[in-house]
Structures are given as structure tokens and as C-alpha cells.
């Protein structure tokens, strides 16, 4: 097979993008490179461009969507950043300041930033960018500050005012998220959705060059780079000239590529490689798990069979689900019991954790005090006639990797014994981006992850649905207004041990309701190959980070 030397790939420009459909046919099985490994006192090799090879491509290059975030974040720039405490520093702003009513943020931005179209990046800009993202140009971004955000204006060039209509206490930390990347005000009134979908415009260390779908996006260094993070590793322009931005959905491949000398950091490395790459112990590999909504499911409870709370517990009962998740993710993904938010973060609940063990006993009691007392010839438990039929789609190969599909797969084994006919439906891309299986006449449970930076996240999952103020967040279609006015009251309150406390609060009540369960945490992983040094992940989702990266030789 053909492969592309250490010292070739140093010394490509962004003129790769014209050999791009060519380099991605070597992303395949080869043996383990033999390069010699650098020192570890190696020297800075100027430029280069960084071949990454990601797992899944997004719609459009900024939007709401995580893999979106993963690659707008080399090019646009966060008005903040969060630092590996998890404090916030600044970025595009240098500081910022709550008025005593928590009703109003004014943030001061710095001086002499321009987008890469050569116009300023003032507050003007980011007032626009507030109202770009609530009229639609961003779901994410529109349901954070939804029912919080009333206006925001410019009280000169660098001071921007946000206004508020309830206080938000987390609200400057949750803009680190890369949803609320700050794009070019010229770019978004002037060009189409499309030119701004395919080549978006930031103030970030690289520009997007070009975007051949299907095969990868190719980043190009911003020379006049002037506004990296307070967290960032050096200033200036970024070290390297391009990245290759590859899309490469199997995870073999890419585990391949790196070993073979074809990419220098991979993404999603699957847990059964993970061993191997670390036994070769040439690679660095890094792990992030993120903090928000964990991976969980959670229940349809307006209609049956799990509008019966005993029915929702009983099939949580049925499963073991800390040995599922430890024998498929080998050690590497972490279990995650709580249905609400991650291990790491602000506010979570252990008690909510451990709410249910796996008791087979007592889901059989629950399931036979609620009639469903006769089986058929599978096995499947029947009650007048009917059979407990569970309809579980879930997306596979965007939300849901390998590893994950296999977790889903054990559940359904283990719900059969106690007598439950799991349906699983593999959604691929083309329908979840369609909207199939989303409403609540299509599913009994559903699967997903939310990442966030903080417990927040339960406001946009749980937030009651209303005809005039619909959630297409809230899965489980849990309409209960004491919830809804835990999480608010927690999202208001000034004391962070009160407000993790009321977090913690609205953990165990969903938990205690059974509307949804964990399974296991949501993990960022990253293969980096010895000859490129200082890649990092971004401390609010995890992303690659490849401002400050460097290759070695």
C-alpha cells in the first residue's frame, strides 16, 4: 500500500486538499510505524500540517450539534474559556462583571480582534451574535438561554451589556461552550446560510480552507492571530500551517492509521484498542470525560407500557447494568448510574446514583403486581392478550458509537429475562437528521447524551413542554411543574453549595420518579502520535485543541 512519510507530512501545506480523496484511501490497516520516536527533548519543527482523522461529519461546520463544536472551536473563538480547574478565564473577553440583581452581564472585550474576513470584533458583533443564535441561527445556543435572555446591546466599541430576565448564576461559564462561538457580524448579514454553513467565519488561530464533503475539511493557519485563551500554551499564531480534518467513521481504521503513521491524532478510540495502544506506550492518549447529561435512557411516560412508574423501575431493575457497561467498555468507559448528569459534574448526586440496583426478584414483583403475570412461548411477558413490547430506536453512528450500540444490545438481552421485547432500531444519520423517532407517538425509551459544563443541563431536559413554549429536549415528555422549579431555583441561586445542593435535589427526584437512567458516561478520547506534542482538550466539551500543537523531529 502507499504510505506518506513523517518527513513528507511535515512538510505539506494546505495544498493537500487537492490530494485529499487520494491520502484517505492509506487510512487502512498497516503495520505499526517505524519511525524512531523522538526525544523527549526533540526539537520544534516549524509548520507542517496535523492529519486528523474524526469519526463523524457534521451538517455544517458551526452549529449546536457536539461534533460541530469539536471543529468550529479551531476556528472561532469563545468569548471565555475554562481553565483544567474548571474556572473561568478569559478569552475574547478580558473581563466581565454581574450587576447586583444578577439581571445584567457586562463584559469587556479586547482591543484590536478582527474576524478573518478583516472586519472588527466588537461588541457590536457579539450583541449581533446573541440575537443571531435565540432567532435560530443556533438551537443550542437558543435553548441555554432560553427563558433567560431578553436583549443584549454595545455601550461602546469594546463593552457589550447582556440582559436577563431572572438571574442565571452559571451564565458567563455556559458561554465557554463552543456553541457560543463568536462569528463575523459582516459574514452572517451578507452571505448565504450555505456560504455561512461551509465556511464560517471566526477570530480563531485557523480559517477554513476548504470543505470536500464525505472526505475531510482542510484549516489553514491565521497569520494574524492575536487572541488565543488565557489558558492556552503560547501566543501568537498557531505553530503548524494546516490541518487535515478527515472524516473516518471506523474506529479500526483510525486505531490503524495511527499506528501506521497516516494520521497524527485520531479521535474515539474504541475500547477494545484502547489496551493495545497503551501497551505500545508510544502514543499519548487522553480521555475527557464530559461533564452534562451521561449517556442514559430515558422513558416515554405518556404512554405505555412506562406511563406506570412501577413499569419504568421494574425495567431499570431488570438491569445489571455496572457489569454491562465494565465488560463492553473494558475498563475504559466509565458506569454512570445517575440519570441526570455526569461524575464530573458541579452538583452531581451520588444517592441518585445508586438508586437501583440490579434486582431481578423485584422487577419480577413489579411486573407481576402490575398484571403482566403470563409469558409466551419466548418468554415475553403478556397481559390481556398484548405483549410487553418496549420500541427502543437510537442513533447509530452519530450519537451512538460502536461500544455504545453493544451496550444497548446487553440491555435488550437482560430486559428479555425478566420478560420485556425490546425493540431495537438502529436510526442511521439521514433519518435522526430528519427527525424520525422524535415525537412521543414513536418511541417507549430513548437514548442520548447532553454535554454541558455544568448541572444547568437539567433545565433544558426536564423543562416541561408547553404549545406555546414547546421542549424537544425534554425526551422522556415529563411534564411536572416541582421539577421545573427545582432546576430554576438552582440555576438563580447565588451560594454554589445551595445551588448543588438543589441540583442534587432535582437528581434523586428524577431517579426517584424513574423517568430516566444512566448507563454510562460520555467520553472524548484522543490517539496522539509522539512526533506532535501539545494537543490538549478543551475544558467545557472536551475537544481536540491543536492551537498549540507542534511536530518534533
Given at each position: 500500500m502507499t504510505t506518506i512519510s513523517s518527513t513528507h507530512r511535515l512538510r505539506r501545506t494546505a495544498t493537500i486538499a487537492a490530494t485529499a480523496a487520494v491520502s484517505m484511501m492509506a487510512l487502512t490497516a498497516c503495520g505499526a510505524s517505524s519511525a524512531a520516536l523522538p526525544a523527549a527533548d526533540a526539537q520544534r519543527v516549524e509548520g507542517g500540517t496535523i492529519v486528523y482523522a474524526h469519526q463523524q461529519e457534521p451538517q455544517c461546520l458551526f452549529g449546536g450539534w457536539i461534533e460541530q463544536a469539536y471543529i468550529s472551536y479551531q476556528f472561532i473563538d469563545n468569548l471565555v474559556s475554562l481553565d483544567e480547574n474548571g474556572e473561568v478565564v478569559p478569552w475574547l473577553a478580558e473581563s466581565w462583571e454581574a450587576s447586583d440583581d444578577g439581571l445584567t452581564y457586562t463584559l469587556t472585550l479586547k482591543d484590536g480582534v478582527e474576524f478573518t474576513d478583516g472586519t472588527p470584533l466588537d461588541a457590536e458583533a457579539v450583541a449581533y451574535n446573541f440575537d443571531y443564535w435565540v432567532a435560530g441561527g443556533n438551537s443550542t445556543a437558543a435553548v441555554w438561554l432560553g427563558g433567560y435572555y431578553e436583549s443584549a446591546e454595545a455601550l461602546d466599541d469594546l463593552t457589550v451589556a447582556v440582559h436577563l430576565s431572572r438571574p442565571y448564576t452559571r451564565f458567563v461559564e455556559n458561554l465557554s461552550q463552543s456553541y457560543f462561538g463568536i462569528q463575523s457580524q459582516h459574514a452572517l448579514e451578507t452571505r448565504t446560510d450555505e456560504e455561512n454553513c461551509e465556511q464560517p467565519i471566526g477570530s480563531g488561530a485557523f480559517k477554513v480552507q476548504e470543505w470536500n464533503r464525505g472526505e475531510n475539511v482542510i484549516l489553514t493557519r491565521n497569520e494574524d492571530y492575536t487572541s488565543p485563551p488565557a489558558n492556552a500554551k503560547h501566543t501568537g499564531p498557531a505553530y503548524v500551517d494546516?490541518?487535515?480534518?478527515?472524516?473516518?467513521?471506523?474506529?479500526?481504521?483510525?486505531?490503524?492509521?495511527?499506528?501506521?503513521?497516516?494520521?497524527?491524532?485520531?479521535?474515539?478510540?474504541?475500547?477494545?484498542?484502547?489496551?493495545?495502544?497503551?501497551?505500545?506506550?508510544?502514543?499519548?492518549?487522553?480521555?475527557?470525560?464530559?461533564?452534562?447529561?451521561?449517556?442514559?435512557?430515558?422513558?416515554?411516560?405518556?404512554?405505555?407500557?412506562?406511563?406506570?412508574?412501577?413499569?419504568?423501575?421494574?425495567?431499570?431493575?431488570?438491569?445489571?447494568?455496572?457489569?454491562?457497561?465494565?465488560?463492553?467498555?473494558?475498563?475504559?468507559?466509565?458506569?454512570?448510574?445517575?440519570?441526570?448528569?455526569?461524575?464530573?459534574?458541579?452538583?452531581?448526586?451520588?444517592?441518585?446514583?445508586?438508586?437501583?440496583?440490579?434486582?431481578?426478584?423485584?422487577?419480577?414483583?413489579?411486573l407481576d403486581e402490575a398484571g403482566w403475570t403470563d409469558r409466551d412461548a419466548d418468554g415475553y411477558r403478556v397481559k390481556d392478550g398484548e405483549t410487553l413490547d418496549v420500541v427502543f430506536p437510537y442513533n447509530a453512528g452519530t450519537i451512538i458509537n460502536a461500544d455504545g450500540a453493544a451496550i444497548f444490545q446487553a440491555v435488550q438481552e437482560q430486559a428479555k429475562a425478566t420478560g420485556f421485547k425490546v425493540q431495537l432500531i438502529p436510526v442511521p444519520p439521514s433519518e435522526t437528521w430528519a427527525g424520525k423517532y422524535a415525537g412521543p407517538e414513536s418511541y417507549d425509551i430513548s437514548a442520548g447524551y447532553w454535554t454541558s459544563v455544568n448541572a444547568g443541563i437539567l433545565y433544558i431536559n426536564w423543562r416541561p413542554s408547553t404549545e406555546e413554549n414547546p421542549n424537544f429536549s425534554n425526551s422522556a415528555f415529563y411534564d411536572?411543574?416541582?421539577?421545573?422549579?427545582?432546576?430554576?431555583?438552582?440555576?438563580?441561586?447565588?451560594?454554589?453549595?445551595?445551588?448543588?445542593?438543589?441540583?442534587e435535589k432535582a437528581q434523586e427526584y428524577i431517579a426517584e420518579h424513574a423517568t430516566s437512567f444512566g448507563l454510562y458516561d460520555r467520553l472524548s478520547t484522543l490517539g496522539v502520535s509522539p512526533q506532535l506534542r501539545d494537543v490538549w482538550q478543551e475544558n467545557a466539551q472536551g475537544g481536540p485543541t491543536f492551537y498549540d500543537a507542534y511536530f518534533v523531529e
Open positions: 494546516a490541518i487535515d480534518w478527515r472524516f473516518v467513521a471506523d474506529g479500526v481504521t483510525r486505531v490503524s492509521a495511527l499506528r501506521a503513521g497516516e494520521a497524527d491524532a485520531i479521535y474515539d478510540i474504541p475500547a477494545l484498542e484502547w489496551a493495545g495502544l497503551e501497551g505500545e506506550q508510544q502514543w499519548e492518549l487522553l480521555k475527557y470525560v464530559t461533564p452534562g447529561r451521561p449517556q442514559q435512557i430515558s422513558f416515554n411516560t405518556t404512554r405505555a407500557p412506562f406511563d406506570d412508574e412501577n413499569l419504568r423501575k421494574a425495567f431499570i431493575y431488570s438491569l445489571d447494568r455496572k457489569t454491562i457497561v465494565e465488560t463492553i467498555g473494558h475498563g475504559v468507559i466509565p458506569y454512570e448510574g445517575n440519570g441526570g448528569v455526569s461524575q464530573t459534574t458541579p452538583g452531581y448526586s451520588q444517592t441518585a446514583a445508586d438508586y437501583y440496583d440490579y434486582d431481578v426478584d423485584e422487577a419480577n414483583r413489579l411536572d411543574p416541582e421539577l421545573e422549579q427545582i432546576i430554576l431555583d438552582a440555576n438563580s441561586a447565588a451560594d454554589l453549595d445551595e445551588q448543588n445542593a438543589l441540583y
